[in-house]
């Protein structure tokens, strides 16, 4: 295990007895479900499905579309979910969808219903993890403790900290990729002029995703007129923009200065995250984009920017970084919390 938690599923209430949990990662881009078997605390895959969130009026509706021709009643059902959680009730922040533990439970009729943040089901998920699931993109000091810390960039940008009492960690979301953008230098304030007469508010989450790529690239293009091969033009309007925008990075200079920057701004983030939760123990790079450019965030080419915080930098030097490699991670964390809760 990468980590160790504070009530492992071998210490949990169905310790001795087979128990059945329901989980579920739950985005505004795509939705996995996946029935899990929980005994003596070993995790066995029963079923798993993977949904376009968008097709779907609701949870309700999806989760429907999923059991109906499954014989399966789960003991549990615990659902990570891509936005802030609040007695039980969660809005999605990039997806016009509301889900009510009461309603879901209602509707299963089971008792033991659990919605928590999907990046606080990431940090559950690292201790269902090994090695071989991580790339090491800093090893810092791997022999410290301390607080850790996740982010995320996907669909939006997802953070999380985990508390170290000195034997275990203890997992808990927050919501700081919405927090203020911070402009370094000119350009970054040229940037930050373009993105707020767009959006008046200016997050990381604006710089610091998939659409967040998006928009580092239509600045580059519209505001600072870098060239557009008609090529890659074209590729942009048939496929997703952000995956072709990462993926061309050797065959467009736009591509290249684009990544570049979003790789930057993530470096920056990171490290002001890792210093609020002063997370000496580590910081995972999780969600859907990291692990698909590891070769651009290898070299240094993160790590330069990550150490860029005056006095502490000595600190951050210190913080091992780590890229999540398995895309299951948040499905096994809630997992992992529905079967211990």
């Known amino acids: 295990m990468l980590l160790s938690l504070s009530k492992s599923m071998e210490n949990n209430k ?8 329901l989980a579920g990662d739950i985005g505004a881009t795509k939705t996995n479900l996946t029935f899990f078997k929980i005994e003596g605390g070993h995790l066995a895959l029963l079923h798993e499905a993977q949904f376009k969130s968008n097709d779907y009026k609701n949870i309700v509706e999806l989760t429907n ?6 014989l399966l009643l789960p003991d549990s059902i615990c659902f990570g979910v891509a936005g802030p959680v609040l007695n039980g009730h969660a809005k999605l922040s990039n997806l016009d969808w509301e889900i009510d533990s009461d309603e879901l439970s209602d509707h299963f009729k089971i008792k033991n219903v659990h919605l928590i943040n999907d990046l606080e089901a990431t940090a559950y998920g690292l201790a269902m993890l090994n090695e071989t699931d991580v790339a090491i993109i800093h090893k810092g000091d791997d022999a410290g403790y ?7 960039p996907g669909t939006g940008l997802g953070e999380a900290g985990l508390f170290w009492d000195g034997n275990y960690y203890h997992p808990f979301a927050t919501e700081g990729g919405h927090s203020d953008f911070a402009p370094r230098n000119e350009f970054d304030f040229e940037l930050f002029t373009f993105l707020q007469k767009k959006f008046d508010h200016v997050s990381w989450e604006h710089l610091v995703c998939g659409p967040g790529i998006v928009n580092i690239y239509q600045f580059l ?3 600072k007129k870098r060239e557009e091969p008609g090529w ?4 942009i309007m048939k496929e997703d923009a952000a995956a072709v925008i990462s993926r061309r990075v050797l065959q467009s200079e736009i591509c290249k200065e ?6 930057r ?3 920056y983030e990171s490290a002001n995250l890792v210093l609020k939760l002063k997370a000496t123990g580590g910081l995972f790079i999780g969600g859907g984009i990291a692990p698909q450019i590891v070769s651009l965030l290898e070299n240094n080419a993160f790590h330069a920017s990550f150490c860029q915080s005056g006095r502490l930098n000595y600190l951050l030097e210190k913080v091992p970084v780590k890229i999540i490699l ?6 096994l964390g809630a997992a992992f919390y529905g079967a211990k809760n």
């Not at 579309?65 to 499954?70: L, P, Q, S, V």
């Not at 301390?146 to 995320?152: E, K, L, Q």
């Not at 890659?232 to 590729?235: A, N, P, R, V």
Request: glycine share 4%.
């Open 232 to 235: 890659l033009k074209e590729e």
């Open 265 to 267: 701004f993530l470096a």
């Open 258 to 263: 684009t990544m570049q920057l979003f790789i």
């Open 326 to 331: 398995n895309a299951k991670t948040a499905l």
């Open 14 to 21: 169905v310790a001795g007895k087979a128990t059945i949990v």
């Open 65 to 70: 579309a999923f059991t109906k021709d499954i």
């Open 146 to 152: 301390g607080n850790a810390a996740v982010i995320a």
């Open 221 to 223: 293009r519209e505001e």
